[in-house]
Nanobody
C-alpha cells in the first residue's frame, strides 16, 4: 500500500524557517522523482519543488526559488523540504508525492499533509 506521511509543519513568523519531512512506503521510492506540493485555502494544489530519483537535479516553483531546498534520502525512503525566509503567502498544507502523479498512477495516494502557517 502506497503511503506518504508528511511532518514538520507549524506556525512560524515571517522570515522564519521550517524543515518538512515526508516518509514514503509501498513502492520503489528510489526509482521515482519526488515532489512537494501545497494547497492554500480556496486555491488549487500547486507544485512547489521536484527532485530527481538520484538527487541529480531539482526544480522549483518561481515563487520559492532561492528560499526552499528539496532533498531526499533514498536509504530512508524520505524526502525533505527546507523552507527559509518564509512569507505569509507560503502558508498552506504541504504534501509530498511522486512527480507527475497523474501520469504515474499516484493520484489516489495523497497523505494527510502538514500545515504551514506564517504570521506577519
Amino acid at each position: 500500500q502506497v503511503q506518504f506521511v508528511e511532518s514538520g509543519g507549524g506556525l512560524v513568523q515571517f522570515g522564519g524557517s521550517l524543515r518538512l519531512s515526508c516518509a514514503a512506503s509501498g513502492f520503489a521510492f528510489r526509482h521515482f522523482a519526488m515532489s512537494w506540493y501545497r494547497q492554500a485555502p480556496g486555491k488549487e494544489r500547486e507544485l512547489v519543488a521536484t527532485i530527481t530519483s538520484n538527487s541529480g537535479g531539482t526544480n522549483y516553483n518561481d515563487s520559492v526559488k532561492g528560499r526552499f531546498t528539496i532533498s531526499r534520502d533514498n536509504a530512508k525512503n524520505s524526502v525533505y523540504l527546507q523552507m527559509n525566509s518564509l512569507k505569509p503567502e507560503d502558508a498552506a498544507v504541504y504534501y509530498c508525492n511522486v512527480n507527475e502523479p497523474r501520469l504515474t498512477g499516484f493520484m489516489d495516494y495523497w497523505g494527510q499533509g502538514t500545515q504551514v502557517t506564517v504570521s506577519s
